[in-house]
């Protein structure tokens, strides 16, 4: 018996980890009592990592579709066969015609190269779950502050915090990852005051000090309402008159948010919004956080820019007790600052009114592209998009009209199924890695993990995949020549790493991580004329069309669940003594009123389509609200969204929550 320490990469957080192991067999898994960030803190997903690595559905051997069939190959038979495909289609249609679909587990993986290959390629056709969930946050960093690469998270040691539609209890994360979030919110409302903006009473609501629940999708009413009185009375004009340009234009803009009109557009009453706007008075300094509660709807780039309008109208942006904004361990962009730059691009030929942003295409015109035969071969390297993306059905009839589906992955999901290339992965245990999105924790981190377990099988990294393919195809995308079989994870962490001043070496001697000083104050200097731009155009002219939620009827929201990641450990067999149940949650009036019973199958229906899916009568949810959790296989809420109407125009972002719902008993009538 062997004990190993590691860290788990299933989301950002990266919790330390302690992984016992008998000889090829992974025994169990527990926090790192002596790691710098987390403390021995793991929930449900890290402790899984022993059930996942011996998952019975993982990929042990290439496959190729033969005759509608999956059958076993070698890596040079199925390799050579996909890089012919790509060869033709690269001299026939040229290389947009060449896709890439990073998820996930491809973000947290340092080793993951896909976006080098797609550039020596010479492809812009990348997709990535950045633009399935979060694309308001970056958009609204740099409209402000010309970087899309700093993400806000509220200071640890706030008094005075507000987290809207974020449930860090479940979720532990969106633009930043919080390690023991219990902990973290108790100190918040034990300090001082704790506010949580959700519709339904989630788990994070349960520990603030004070829940508003607003009507899904109208958090920036609330938002706008405490900017136009805090301009009237208790504004930072000191910091506003240093740090910021456009406030004229930015109280024109919120000049409509009277607590009359809150009121009516929220359904929070006045009393509430009065005692919410006092709180801010007495703390004068706020942290703020958003969460996918918000960047799911339809005001999504709004409610974002309010929520940093706050932060600076109050003098809390990049100061201590306020908001706080991580320049990274290895990233360093303290030091290297930005300058001015165009982070869009030309839209997708299929719909060029959806701009490309940050040498990325949103996922939400996949399926058009596909269809139109703009898109002839896709590569997918860790993501599940039949599970991850709007218009199932639609997508799923997309994948057959491809001339190739590959798909690199530890497990057999709903998107290897279409697959004609299925290419068994490497998992988290089985290769060394680093933090390389080091600005989504809590403060500037660095760990180096060497893999765990050796792989068996023919499994593979995905660098290794990613060079064979580039050789095939006749270019490198290895440092320094190195042909794949001559390359290690270590290799390729190394000269990552080496473009940012850090070392491999350094990182490697602090066995149990390394953090850096966390300051405020550093953002100023970079700032485009050292201002914060409160007032950008193209969100002024969104904020003047958005349209408020509907009242009647019922309202979908979506959410996660404590035991999975968004696609990833989507099933029951990874998670021991799982807690999460599939369902559709309702209100208990409502589910009265419709004749619903708990666990009773029930169909819910949008214009866009319909689920089958269990019934959980659950108080925490408002009347005329339903909730259901995202990354089911079976119950894929993705049946209900579209990738053609509510997408966000300046970020492609697919609208997710706040659509209109019924739902019926089974056997019920229309």
Not at 117 to 135: C, E, I, N, W
Not at 412 to 421: C, L, Q, R, S
Not at 502 to 516: A, M, T
Not at 620 to 641: D, W
Request: charged content about 20%.
């Amino acid at each position: 018996m062997e004990e190993k320490v590691s860290f788990c990469r299933f989301c950002g957080v990266m919790c330390g980890i302690r992984v016992e192991v008998d000889q090829d067999t992974v025994v169990g898994v527990r926090g790192d009592g002596d790691h710098v960030l987390t403390h021995g803190y793991t929930c449900p997903k890290g402790r899984s990592l022993g059930a996942f690595h011996h998952h019975p559905l993982r990929l042990n051997h290439p496959q190729l579709r033969i005759e509608g069939k999956h059958e076993q190959v070698t890596w040079q038979e199925s390799l050579d066969d996909l890089a012919r495909t790509m060869d033709r289609v690269v001299s026939r249609e040229g290389p947009d015609a060449i896709g890439i679909y990073l998820g996930t587990p491809a973000l947290v993986d340092s080793t993951n190269i896909g976006r080098t290959f797609m550039q020596k390629l010479g492809s812009r056709s990348v997709y990535a779950t950045t633009t399935v969930d979060l694309p308001a946050m970056p958009l609204v960093a740099e409209l402000l502050a010309g970087n899309p690469y700093i993400g806000p998270q509220p200071d640890l040691n706030a008094a005075m915090t507000i987290l809207i539609g974020w449930n860090p209890v479940v979720s532990h994360g969106h633009a930043f990852f919080m390690p023991s979030p219990r902990s973290v919110l108790k100190g918040w409302a034990q300090r001082g005051e704790l506010w949580v903006v959700d519709p339904r009473r989630t788990e994070t609501a349960s520990l603030a000090t004070h829940h508003v629940a607003p009507r899904p999708g109208s958090d920036y009413a609330v938002l706008g309402f405490l900017i136009r009185e805090l301009l009237r009375d208790g504004a930072d004009w000191e910091f506003i008159e240093n740090f910021t340009s456009g406030i004229d234009q930015l109280a024109d803009v919120v000049a409509q948010f009277t607590s009359d009109h809150v009121a009516e557009v929220t359904g929070v009453s006045v009393a509430v919004l009065d005692d919410l706007l006092a709180s801010v008075r007495r703390a004068g300094r706020i942290a703020i956080h958003t969460g996918t509660g918000v960047t799911f709807n339809r005001s999504a780039n709004v409610t974002v820019w309010f929520a940093w309008a706050l932060g600076a109208v109050t003098g809390s942006l990049d100061r201590q007790g306020g908001i706080y904004f991580n320049p990274g361990y290895a990233m360093q962009i303290d030091k290297f600052g930005w300058g001015p730059r165009e982070h869009s691009a030309p839209g997708a030929a299929s719909r060029p009114e959806l701009p490309g942003r940050l040498g990325e295409l949103p996922c939400a015109v996949l399926s058009d592209e596909i269809e139109s035969g703009n898109l002839r071969v896709l590569l997918v390297t860790g993501g599940n998009p039949v599970i991850a993306l709007p218009d199932t059905e639609r997508l799923i009839s997309a994948f057959g009209r491809l001339e190739a589906l590959a798909v690199a992955d530890v497990i057999t999901t709903g998107t290897t199924e279409h697959a004609t290339h299925v290419f068994p992965a490497v998992g988290q245990l089985e290769r060394a890695d680093i933090p390389l999105l080091d600005v989504l924790t809590t403060t500037p981190f660095s760990q180096y993990t060497p893999a765990v377990m050796k792989p068996v099988a023919e499994r593979r990294p995905s660098w290794w995949i990613l060079a064979q393919l580039a050789t095939r195809l006749g270019f490198d995308i290895l440092p320094g020549g190195l042909s794949p079989d001559e390359c290690t994870d270590e290799d390729v962490i190394a000269a990552t790493l080496a473009a940012t001043g850090r070392s491999l070496d350094e990182i490697r001697q602090h066995k149990h991580g390394i953090v850096g000083e966390r300051r405020f104050g550093w953002v100023d200097k970079w700032l485009p004329d050292g201002r914060w731009q409160l007032a950008p155009e193209k969100l002024v002219s969104q904020a003047a069309s958005v349209i408020p939620p509907d009242r009647d009827g019922l309202i979908l929201i979506t959410g996660r669940q404590l035991s999975k990641i968004n696609s990833q450990l989507a099933d029951d067999l990874s998670v021991r003594n799982r807690k999460d149940t599939a369902g559709v949650r309702l209100n208990p009036g409502d589910a009265q009123g419709l004749d619903i019973s708990h666990e009773q199958l029930v169909t819910v229906a949008s214009k866009n389509g319909s689920v089958r899916i269990p019934a959980l009568v659950d108080a925490a949810v408002p009347s005329g609200v339903v909730m259901i959790p995202s990354g089911y296989e079976n119950y894929n809420v993705g049946r209900l969204t579209s990738a053609t109407e509510g997408v966000d125009p300046l970020t492609g972002m697919i609208e997710q929550s706040g659509i209109a719902v019924t739902v019926r008993p089974e056997g019920g009538n229309d």
